[in-house]
């Protein structure tokens, strides 16, 4: 019996051998677990960086300033400097009869900017030609001119340029209207 118990563990410890050899061995995982490790490492601090970056976007475009709301209804308006002008009355109203038969008077003030005393003299000196310049201008107009509400506005750009054009020593700035009259 001792010799049977021999054999059979010497027969068992065969079989083993061989099943061993007939099954690969277990490696564990597929990974070594330092891969693993340094894999974490670098998927957190990418996530951080990912995080930090999303933080400081929401954050500039979110922030409000000290000064309250932002948007256009409720920023300060910015002051634009003033242009004080001088003015030189042209004392006879404008008469004058348009193409369809009507009337107009006008009487009008000139606006130059207040340092230059070069253009108050040169515009004293074409008063003559400024009346003729207004007068011919209004002799051309109909008074389907004046219906709308920009017809003075239209009518002050152009005479503008008609008599900044005769000008050399400056300009006028702005005609005033004092008076307004379509008869």
Known sequence: MGDEKKKNIATIEEE?????????????????????K??????GVIG??????????????????????????????????????EYLKIDDPFRQQLIDGRMIQLKLSLGYKS??????????????EIRDIIIKHLSRLKSDYFQDEHALDRLEEDLLKQINRILNEGKVEKIFFLEYTLM
């Open 16 to 36: 083993q051998e061989e099943e061993s050899i007939a099954q690969p061995q277990k490696k564990g995982t597929f990974l070594s677990p330092f891969i693993i």
């Open 38 to 43: 340094i894999l974490s490492l670098v998927a």
């Open 115 to 128: 340092k230059d005393k070069k253009v108050q003299q040169e515009l004293t000196q074409v008063i003559p």
């Open 48 to 85: 951080v960086i990912i995080i930090s970056v999303l933080t400081v976007l929401i954050m500039t475009r979110c922030a409000i300033p000290s000064g309250g709301a932002t948007g256009p209804d409720t920023e300060t308006p910015k002051r634009i400097k003033k242009i004080h002008l």
